[in-house]
């Protein structure tokens, strides 16, 4: 079957760095996308990987890492606005979005 | 770019009434457009893949005769809930991709439309 984990939950302090791991088990392969999801919102595009290695956009990076089915989402400098739920989402052969649940991330002043 | 839009936002229904929803894509075409729903607290969940033309192909326990999809354009899809009862209150999304040489692949989502089934 197709799988994908993340954390349920995390906390992190703000002006710190977070890091959300996912991990993926599907059939097929044909990018790794992050999202930023606010409460009562639809999700927003965050990042795409589809090949291996670190892609970085402004505060946020993301990383990709196929052989092992692997992903983070690293947010740096952070600020209260960044407490949401962060989706990661596969896409398989035939170019269907598998998600995650979401990993909510709490911002602590 | 690649903007799209929703409409209406919320609804508020009574049992056994139909809801449409409307889903834009308001500057690229979309061949492609997706319906989610999301429970609260839930992470998304695909109903229906709708192409352009074509019938709208659902994923395994949505029910096409209650949940139908109609994609007459290639910027407009719509999503009508026939016969609401209060379970099918929840939050729908829709989602259309966009394949172009700078964002192969990449969906963008509509704001989503709160409906209550009262």
């Known amino acids: 079957g197709q799988n994908i984990d993340q954390p349920t939950e995390m906390t992190a302090t703000e002006g710190a760095i977070v890091q959300i791991n996912c991990t993926y088990q599907?059939?097929?392969?044909?990018?790794l996308f992050w999202y930023q999801q606010h409460a009562g919102e639809a999700p927003t595009f965050l990042s795409y990987?589809?090949l291996d290695g670190l892609e970085e956009k402004g505060r946020f990076s993301s990383f990709l890492s196929r052989s092992k089915g692997y992903s983070y989402l690293l947010l740096k400098e952070l600020q209260m606005k960044d407490s949401a739920s962060y989706l990661c989402a596969v896409m398989d052969s035939n170019y269907q979005l598998i998600w995650g649940a979401g990993t909510k991330l709490i911002i602590k002043p | 770019g690649a903007v799209v839009s929703q409409h209406p936002s919320w609804v508020i229904c009574k049992s056994g009434t139909s809801v449409k929803i409307e889903c834009r894509s308001l500057d690229f075409q979309a061949t492609t457009m997706f319906w989610y729903r999301q429970f609260p607290k839930q992470s998304l969940m695909l109903m229906a893949t709708s192409n352009e033309g074509s019938k709208a192909t659902y994923e395994q326990g949505v029910e096409k005769d209650k949940f139908l999809i109609n994609h007459a354009s290639l910027t407009l899809s719509t999503l009508t809930v026939t016969s609401a009862h209060p379970e099918d209150s929840s939050f729908y999304i829709c989602?259309?991709?966009?394949?172009?040489?700078?964002?192969?692949?990449?969906?963008?989502f509509g704001p989503g439309t709160r409906l209550t089934v009262l």
């Open positions: 989602s259309a991709r966009v394949s172009d040489r700078e964002r192969v692949n990449e969906q963008f």
């Open positions: 990987n589809v």
């Open positions: 599907t059939s097929g392969f044909n990018g």
